[in-house]
Nanobody, 130 residues
Framework: QVQLVESGGGLVQPGGSLRLSCVVSGFTLKDGYIGWFRQAPGKEREGVACISVSDGSIYIQDSMKGRFDASRDISRDKDKYTAYLTILKAENDDAADYYC???????????????????WGQGTRVTVSR
């Protein structure tokens, strides 16, 4: 059973950084990706980054480049790992609920929209304020 649990959201000041975590278990497909998405109030859910399950390679959506970083580490339990998303310099527009999700085929995440992504976490909320 695939499970994704996000954490790390909270208050960040404009210009500050914040690292979000997504603990993934039960998803080890070598062609798969973990996607980070966000959804602000009244807006569509949009893609931020994709992380390869097999080698940890990173893809940042063009509109997000320079503002976000992503990474992945592997725990000693090979079926469990953590995907990270770092907001490098927070802007007001970064306030949103952030989600991680699975892309078993490794081709959906790059599109940047939620359609076709498989399992989702519950989300973690980021607030940007002084």
């Amino acid at each position: 059973q695939v499970q994704l649990v996000e954490s790390g959201g909270g208050l960040v000041q404009p210009g500050g950084s914040l690292r979000l975590s997504c603990v993934v278990s039960g998803f080890t497909l070598k062609d798969g990706y973990i996607g980070w998405f966000r959804q602000a109030p009244g807006k569509e859910r949009e893609g931020v980054a994709c992380i390869s399950v097999s080698d940890g390679s990173i893809y940042i959506q063009d509109s997000m480049k320079g503002r976000f970083d992503a990474s992945r580490d592997i725990s000693r339990d090979k079926d469990k790992y953590t995907a990270y998303l770092t907001i490098l310099k927070a802007e007001n527009d970064d306030a949103a609920d952030y989600y991680c999700a699975t892309d078993p085929l490794g081709v959906i995440c790059f599109r940047g929209n939620r359609i076709g992504m498989n399992d989702w976490g519950q989300g973690t909320r980021v607030t940007v304020s002084r």
